[in-house]
Structures are given as structure tokens and as C-alpha cells.
């Protein structure tokens, strides 16, 4: 159609055209304008949060952690780019959202007011699944290397199997309750749900499906508490392998705010409220590089040139 007009376009001058060619040209000009136009409000209007789904993070500096002395895993990533692409998000500075805070200000009541700390800053939400010791061991060193170098305090969300609390095998060990409170204490951790034994809760029977949900959602509190004064912990939840159906919905309304997908798509926020139980998450894997990931966080060139 744009070669068309363009083609078009010098003949519509022409005191030859006829008005029949010339309501045609009008007609498709019209038309593309106004998708234009409708793509650029629709844009304009869309509030786009880069959710990351991470998992497992490795030192590739540590033989012992690259094959083959450990299990090759596609959605593992290496802590030498996790943390450049934190910082480059900290030297922006975006808003970490915790669950809480984008359940609380961009879903469930997207008229509250920001706080004045947040306001005009561009969101993210970094969250690692399956509570493997590295969000210990290799992110927690990341967050405080960069709080103390910026002096910003950034926040994480961590999805946590609570049966699988300090379980080490010879293939991976699991964080402990302890790591868990530290994390939160010092204020780097969201600790959240991923139910209790990573069961595909699709393809389980309604009593496993309830145990999974309440009883993940009981001992991540019990472990945190007395830390948890607002009770946060484990109010939201990442359904494992991001399987979700309407029984999964049922049950999981009974106990959580809202769930995550894992579905590689960016939350997009527009005229109409947002399903809080099919939150979008991008997928995160080894082939991601820090300059894709910096790239999917700041948006579309538009939101970029508007500041969003
Ligand atoms: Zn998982």
C-alpha cells in the first residue's frame, strides 16, 4: 500500500486524474494515517514492565561450575553479564518492583498514586525461580557490591519451592531458610511462591494442588515471620513450568494476590484491567547477552523517545 500511494502520489497533482483514481488515493491515504496514528496512541497509552524470569546463575570463572563438571542447563546464566545488566539498570534508575508494588499500583488499583520516590523512574522486575543457592551465593554479592557503589538499594523477587529448603545434591544445592532471611533483612529479597515441590499444578489432583499452594504459602512464612510485619511473603506466586488452568486459577485465588507466567512477553499495561492471575514474564537464557537484555528493558524506540 505505501508503494502504491507513493507511486501514486505525484499523479493525484495531474489535471488528467480521474476522480475515481483520486478517491482511491484519498481513501488509502486516509486509511493509513489513521494506523498510524492508532499505533502510536496505543503505544503512547501502554504501560510496557519488563518482568526477567531468571534461574540458576553461574560463575564461569569457577571450573567447577561449567560442564562438564556440572549439568548443563539451558536457562542458567552467567554472573559476569547478571551484573553489568543490573547496573546498567541501577545508573538508569529504574524502579525494582517488588510483586507487592506492582500488584498494589499497576494492577489492582492502577489510579493509586506513585510514591514520590518512584514517580517518572522506568520499571523492571527481576525475579529468579526455583530457589537455588546462587541467588545466595552469586546475586546477594552483586546487590551489595552495587548498593555500595551507587548507594541505591535494589530489590529481586525470589519464587521459592520451600519443600526443597536446603536440599544439596551433587547436581545442585537449594538456599536454606537462613539465606532466605538474610536476603530479607537486608532488604535485597521478595520472597514469593513457586509451590511446594515445583509440581506442574496442571497435572496434579485437586487435594496436591491445594497442599502445593497452602502448604508452600505456610512454611515460607513460618521461616520469615518475624521479618514479614506486612505480610508479603508468599502473597503472589510463579505457577512451576508456567502451567496454569481454570482449576489452577480456583485454588490459587484461595490463597495468592496474583501468578506469573513464564511466557517470553513483556507486561503490557493498557486501557483495560490486567489479569493478575497471567502476569507476563520474559524468559531468560545463556544466549541473551547484557546489551540484549539493557535493550528489551528500555522498551520500543517511541517510549525511549518519550521518556517512558
Ligand atoms: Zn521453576
Redesign the pocket.
Known amino acids: 500500500m505505501v508503494n502504491y500511494l507513493i507511486n501514486k502520489w505525484p499523479e493525484y497533482f495531474q489535471p488528467g486524474i480521474t476522480s475515481k483514481k483520486k478517491r482511491i488515493i484519498s481513501f488509502l491515504l486516509a486509511f493509513f494515517l489513521t494506523f498510524i496514528t492508532y499505533q502510536t496512541i496505543l503505544e503512547i497509552v501502554t504501560v510496557e514492565i519488563p518482568i526477567f524470569g531468571f534461574h540458576d546463575i553461574v560463575n564461569l570463572q569457577n571450573p567447577q561450575e561449567i560442564p562438564p563438571q556440572r549439568r548443563d542447563s539451558p536457562g542458567d546464566y552467567s554472573q559476569q553479564n547478571l551484573e553489568p545488566f543490573l547496573e546498567d539498570l541501577v545508573i538508569h534508575n529504574y524502579w525494582f518492583l517488588s510483586t507487592q508494588e506492582l500488584y498494589e499500583y499497576f494492577i489492582a488499583n492502577p489510579k493509586k498514586p506513585i510514591p514520590s520516590e518512584y514517580r517518572g523512574r522506568k520499571k523492571v522486575m527481576i525475579t529468579f ?2 530457589g537455588n543457592e546462587s541467588i545466595y551465593t552469586h546475586v546477594l554479592p552483586i546487590l551489595e557490591r552495587l548498593e555500595n557503589k551507587y548507594g541505591k538499594k535494589t530489590k529481586v523477587v525470589v519464587f521459592i519451592n520451600s519443600g526443597f529448603l536446603g536440599h544439596q545434591d551433587s547436581l545442585i544445592k537449594k538456599v536454606t531458610c537462613q539465606n532466605l532471611r538474610d536476603g530479607m533483612q537486608q532488604g535485597y529479597y521478595d520472597i514469593q511462591s ?1 509451590g511446594l515441590n ?1 509440581e506442574n499444578l496442571t497435572k496434579v489432583s485437586a487435594k496436591a494442588l491445594n497442599r502445593e499452594l497452602s502448604e508452600d504459602q505456610i512454611r515460607l512464612r513460618k521461616c520469615t515471620q518475624d521479618l514479614d510485619q506486612n505480610r508479603t511473603v508468599a502473597s503472589h506466586i510463579a505457577y ?1 513450568f508456567g502451567a496454569v488452568n481454570k482449576q489452577v486459577d480456583k485454588y490459587v485465588a484461595k490463597y495468592f494476590y496474583s501468578g506469573y507466567l513464564y511466557n517470553s512477553l513483556k507486561l503490557k499495561l493498557r486501557f483495560f484491567p490486567a489479569n493478575q492471575y497471567r502476569i507476563s514474564r520474559l524468559t531468560v537464557n545463556k544466549k541473551h547477552s547484557t546489551k540484549r537484555l539493557s535493550s528489551l528493558a528500555s522498551g520500543s524506540w517511541l517510549h525511549k523517545l518519550i521518556g517512558k
Open positions: 525461580d526455583d513457586h515445583h512451576p
